[in-house]
T-cell receptor, first 113, second 114 residues
Framework: QQQVKQSPQSLIVQKGGISIINCAYE??????FPWYQQFPGKGPALLIA?????SEKKEGRFTISFNKSAKQFSLHIMDSQPGDSATYFC????????????FGKGTKLSVKP | KAGVTQTPRYLIKTRGQQVTLSCSPI?????VSWYQQTPGQGLQFLFE???????NKGNFPGRFSGRQFSNSRSEMNVSTLELGDSALYLC?????????????FGQGTRLTVV
């Protein structure tokens, strides 16, 4: 069963625009929600992560918004650049362990110049 | 600081064979997790080892097994290979304890079963 649902599957954004990727989860035991970025031929790299005790976290151009009651979280990439073109994965893990990540299916982002 | 090292990078095996993949975590990291990545199923958690003990296990058949050594290096074994086992196998290491400890991924081992 898919415990983390991610949308959209693919996204095309113009340079300078805002990229928004959404995820939803069902398991209320999840308490750690990271976003990973993966380029072809590379392993995923952590972008930003959030815990349920905050509703928003910002690091540079990347922001996570978290809605605990709706069990949804999203990634916003401001001022998107062609170098941001990659596949993005949301994930969740229960019980404070980062070693048991449940991933969404991924979103392939293309930023057009 | 050296990253997570996975060997080999590429493997081609025949159906029915077995394979062993290796992962060297970042120095000081005690947790090693394994994931399978395929175009259809995405990234799926296989298992996690912490201080030589399996701490978590995903929903994979018993043909998939792993172990961790006292130096935190880990190996994953797949027996009786099937065509559907063709995938990128990723290893991630972390401190394994405490809040907000990042999981760092290696570049993966690309396994092709023919």
């Amino acid at each position: 069963q898919q415990q983390v649902k991610q949308s959209p599957q693919s996204l095309i954004v113009q340079k300078g625009g805002i990229s928004i990727i959404n995820c939803a989860y069902e398991n209320t035991a999840f308490d750690y929600f990271p976003w990973y970025q993966q380029f072809p031929g590379k392993g995923p790299a952590l972008l930003i992560a959030i815990r349920p005790d905050v509703s928003e976290k910002k690091e540079g151009r990347f922001t996570i918004s978290f809605n605990k009651s709706a069990k949804q979280f999203s990634l916003h990439i401001m001022d998107s650049q062609p170098g941001d073109s990659a596949t993005y994965f949301c994930a969740a893990s229960p019980g404070g362990s980062q070693g048991n990540l449940i991933f969404g299916k991924g979103t392939k982002l293309s930023v057009k110049p | 600081k050296a990253g997570v090292t996975q060997t080999p990078r590429y493997l081609i095996k025949t159906r029915g064979q077995q394979v062993t993949l290796s992962c060297s975590p970042i120095s000081g990291h005690r947790s090693v997790s394994w994931y399978q990545q395929t175009p259809g199923q995405g990234l799926q958690f296989l298992f996690e080892y912490f201080s030589e003990t399996q701490r978590n296990k995903g929903n994979f058949p018993g043909r998939f097994s792993g172990r961790q050594f006292s130096n935190s290096r880990s190996e994953m074994n797949v027996s009786t290979l099937e065509l559907g086992d063709s995938a990128l196998y990723l290893c991630a290491s972390s401190l394994g304890q405490g809040r907000d400890t990042e999981a760092f991924f290696g570049q993966g081992t690309r396994l092709t079963v023919v």
